[in-house]
């Protein structure tokens, strides 16, 4: 699971590579694969942060509770 997980980072950052946070953009992202899927946030966030902030967006995770 957790590596399907990562596929999908990869893939988002393909399709975001060209949105910039001077043009306003940013995403806001669940803690992916944490509830149901039954993953650990503390695999799942650095896999989210070494993907997605390579690019130049305003990102917020949010973490399970």
């Not at 999908?8 to 975001?16: G, H, K, M, R, V």
């Not at 590579?17 to 946030?41: T, Y």
């Amino acid at each position: 699971p957790y590596t399907t997980l990562f596929r999908s980072n990869i893939a988002s950052t393909s399709f975001l590579q060209p949105a910039r946070v001077d043009e306003g953009v940013s995403i806001a992202i669940p803690a992916l694969g944490c509830g149901n899927g039954k993953l650990e946030f503390h695999k799942v966030r650095p896999m989210i942060d070494e993907n997605l902030g390579k690019l130049d967006l305003w990102i917020v995770v949010f973490e399970p509770k």
